[in-house]
């Protein structure tokens, strides 16, 4: 019955589901599993390989001491600004050529880059080495499609711990390569020198990089197989429609063929489905299996837009600029000629796989030249899931001021406001922080998850963030008050929270992207994310190497680190608003089979 679809699960109707879908939940331990998880791990040794000798690099590189926050935050930039342009591209790749060659290619093109890298000697050459490993680079996005293909629901968020804890191993390797192996240090602890180092002595670091990209893309093309939906999706597709319509053409024809259900024609806001729960943009699109099945679907309506030469209008048409251009290309029942009406058979007949179409009304006319931007399918217009994205940007922008600031604070003398450190000492500092992440996402992540669940312990988490940026100048104060006795201390403190707090926060935000993509095409939603991601750690690398840059020149040491401390802070308050008011079917697992009616009139 109707009623009783639209009615709120009991506890033991979500119990019953939840054991049904425990039986049938995949495998969690396999080989494509381990792929990706060695994809992942790869994607954070190249990102932390270069923070330990980055700071040191841009001042060979001819980088005067008071702009090294300014020149780190370019080739930083750099690479999230060129993975902007691309991202969403690679997850319409993704798409459209599957998951597994989106992310040969992206292993390839960061292995090259860091090759490149390795014999860069001028800040120029650097910026466009890391402009080319982010115009190569979308795995990151499409590694997490892969994971929500393959899992079920409540696996994700142990596979989700999963991977970043492959991302921490790799912030324990990457920092380990690049404090350790660059010539100056294998000099001082080795005695190993060379010319070939004397002229390029950051290589060793990024051929390491390299070479776990090419250990990736072996094991991912040997054992890593194709997602299975995605297969499916390809094998089956729905009747003239597809989860990505939106953004694809049909091969073959110059402008979009967008099919539009007949009760969307009416309506321009399509109301959800009778008897479900979802909204259209939300449910998902099956095609018939059989030739008898197909006439009991709803009529589709069949609009395409003639070239803008005319070659395919037939001799009496409008003009093909114009808003008549958007014709029927055929009608099941054409009646008496009208002023104005095409004739059927003057165009082409439509495709083999076309669904049943029906005559143009001019409120479908309307309906879609008013759908341009954004269409019905658009993940732009669920905002929940535009909520998520946000949710990941300012995580992102967070982060990256931290993680891009830490080196160059570490390097700053103590009397400056920093830590004096030399590249091997920061490299220890990243190695504590890989070692803090790896441990909470092993041992830690899943166990508080069931214990507080999702959406608590995010507000946790980004609380504990917040105090963590407020108070970061005084816990830079306390690292150099008494040597160091006092200085690893702070610094396994401060990364302690730093990792357990992001590290949780981001788990969760790519479990609630997951949940609020229902019925959308999660290589295009992943794509945007990517994107949404990539611009704000464009962003947040030469803002606050700018914003650190000039409070250099300020009187009070304390303004060297508080003024971006703040900006810290502000973002996590940002996060912490956004994820406490997200609707409850979003953000607890428990809820994720079913999205209340109110969900759907509130979009």
Sequence with gaps: MPAAAAAPETGLERRAETTSADEEEPPFCSLGVVALCVINFNESVAVNVIWPFLPFAVVAWGAAPEDIGTYVGWVASSFFASQLATAGLWGLFADAFGRKPALMLGLVGSATAMIALGFAQTLQGAIACRILAGLTNGNIGVTKVMVSEQLSRRQQARAMALLSFNWGAGSV????????????????????????????????????????????????????????????????????????????????????????????????????????????????????????????????????????????????????????????????????????????????????????????????RRGCLARVVPLPGSPLRNVPLVRCIGLYGSLALATVLIDELFPVIAKLSAARGGLGLTEAEIGQCLVIQGVCLVTFQLFVFHRLVAAAGEQLLFRVAATAMVVLYAAFPLLLAAATAAGPASLWPVVTLVMLVKTSGLGACFSLTFVFINAAARGHSLGAVNGIGQSVASAMRALGPTIGGAVFSASLRLGPVWLHTGIVSIMMALLMIVTLVNVSTLPAWITESGLDRGRPAAAAAHE
Excluded at 173 to 200: H, M, N, Q, W
Excluded at 214 to 236: D, F, H
Excluded at 249 to 276: C, I, L, M, N, W
Aim: charged share 20%.
């Design 173 to 364: 390797v990457g920092p380990i390569a690049g404090g350790f192996l660059t010539a100056k240090v294998l000099a001082e602890t080795t005695g190993y020198r060379s010319e070939f180092l004397d002229a390029f002595p950051y290589a060793i670091p990024c051929f390491f990089s390299a070479l776990v990209s090419m250990i990736g893309l072996l094991l991912g093309g040997l054992y890593l197989p194709e997602s299975q939906k995605w297969l499916q999706s390809r094998q089956a597709p729905a009747a003239g429609s597809s989860r990505c319509a939106w953004l694809r053409r049909r091969k073959g024809q110059p402008y979009a063929h967008v099919p539009v259900s007949a009760a969307e024609a009416e309506d321009e806001d399509p109301k959800p489905p009778a008897g479900t729960d979802a909204p259209s943009a939300f449910a998902p699109l099956t095609a018939p299996t059989t030739d008898e099945e197909a006439p009991a679907q709803a009529p589709k309506l069949d609009l395409e837009l003639t070239e803008l030469n005319g070659s395919r209008g037939a001799p009496g048409k409008a003009r093909p600029d114009s808003p008549a251009s958007v014709t029927s290309v055929a009608t099941p029942d054409p009646g008496p000629a009208k002023a104005g009406a095409t004739v059927a058979a003057a165009d082409p007949a439509p495709p083999e796989d076309a669904a049943p179409l029906v005559p143009v009304t001019p409120a479908a």
